[in-house]
């Protein structure tokens, strides 16, 4: 988690929201991403979609059921579905979002009541303070 904090670091110095994410298999980095939305001018660049992208050219696959997916904030929708389809093993995020949360915040994409064919194990609250605080830097700036 602290590699996907250095990630959200890197976007709070390019001016973006700071969301950062690593892709972990075998104990290896394979991917990593953090938010270039307004760099890249696209609402798709979100860390997590990044890291993904990174994590199936790195294995040359797209299917990442053996992986972990380390992010600073909760999933939002479009993230928890490229979860599910992706077939990530895990997912281990920091803070809650309660306005975009997929992830049980807002609502559950993911939870086995959904009746998904694929269940993303989920660790919340991992190094949520430190995550939180630079959401908070970044947001206190703008207002």
Not at 97 to 112: E, M, N, T, V, Y
């Amino acid at each position: 988690m602290r590699l996907a904090l250095a990630e959200a670091r890197a976007a709070l110095y390019e001016q973006e929201v700071p969301v950062g994410a690593v892709v972990v298999r075998d104990g290896i980095v394979i991917g990593r991403g953090h938010n270039t939305v307004e760099t890249g001018e696209s609402a798709l660049n979100h860390a997590e979609m990044l890291a993904l992208r990174e994590a199936t050219q790195a294995v040359g696959a797209w299917r990442l059921n053996d992986a972990v997916l380390y992010v600073t904030l909760e999933p939002c929708m479009m993230c928890a579905g490229a979860l599910m389809l992706s077939r990530i093993g895990g997912l281990v995020f920091g803070a809650r979002d309660p306005k975009f949360g997929a992830c049980g915040s807002r609502i559950d994409a993911l939870a086995p009541e959904m009746g998904w064919n694929h269940r993303v194990n989920i660790i919340s609250g991992v190094l949520a303070d430190e995550s939180a605080a630079l959401l908070r830097e970044f947001f206190s700036s703008r207002r």
